[in-house]
């Protein structure tokens, strides 16, 4: 029995070191993923749209509309129907958004700085990446939400948060905004000279 223990322990504690030290920093590869966002992005491009990662702040204060607030609009939630169907997974997005400050209009070369607050379904999810998708003079804005790290909770359902389309991004000319909640979306216009 003692050359059992022996045996395993020299190859055990080799074979430990070995993984150890050569073993890959960074995630492993997925191939299945991999395509399926080129696939998706493929689809995004051949209909138009462009993809802009946005960053996004969460807030402890409540946000402050600005002083040439865009009037937004309530509609029906959910992607648009051409955005929805090009999408192959569709992102998980907040129920409502009961408050949007946008600027009604905005320098080309600057930052648009989007207000807003947010309801999530859970409470062990938290908003934490935002997309911009575009087409011509269309923006469509999601705020996506992820789950929380087991075990942790938020504690509000509701959040305040800030989204920054960065400079350079939108040409001169009038936008239509949308920012997508899955009851209730908001819509917008603004001007970017």
């Known amino acids: 029995m003692k050359w059992i223990i022996v045996a395993i322990l020299v190859t055990i504690i080799p074979y430990t070191w070995i993984t150890l030290a050569f073993r890959k920093p ?12 080129r696939a998706q992005v493929l689809r995004l ?3 138009g749209f462009s993809r802009v990662d946005l960053a996004i702040d969460l807030l ?3 946000p402050v509309p600005p002083t040439n607030s865009a009037d937004t609009a309530a509609i029906e939630g959910g ?27 905005a320098l080309s070369g600057a930052p648009y ?3 807003f607050a947010c309801t999530q379904p859970d409470f062990d999810e938290r908003v934490d990446e935002s997309r911009l ?6 923006l469509v804005l999601i705020v996506a939400y992820h789950p929380t790290p087991e075990g942790l909770q938020t504690r509000q359902r509701e959040v305040t948060a800030q989204l920054t389309i960065p400079a ?20 917008w216009t603004f001007e970017v000279h």
């Open 26 to 37: 960074n995630p492993a590869h997925e191939p299945y993923q991999d395509n399926k966002d």
């Open 45 to 47: 491009l051949d209909s």
């Open 60 to 62: 402890v204060d409540p």
């Open 79 to 105: 992607l648009p129907p051409l955005l929805a169907d090009l999408l192959i997974d569709k992102p998980p997005v907040p129920i409502d958004f009961p408050f949007v400050a946008a600027p009604e209009s």
């Open 113 to 115: 700085v989007i207000k």
């Open 133 to 138: 998708y575009r087409r011509k003079q269309e």
């Open 168 to 187: 350079n991004t939108l040409e001169p000319g009038e936008y239509r905004a949308t920012i997508v909640g899955a009851r209730e979306s908001r819509r």
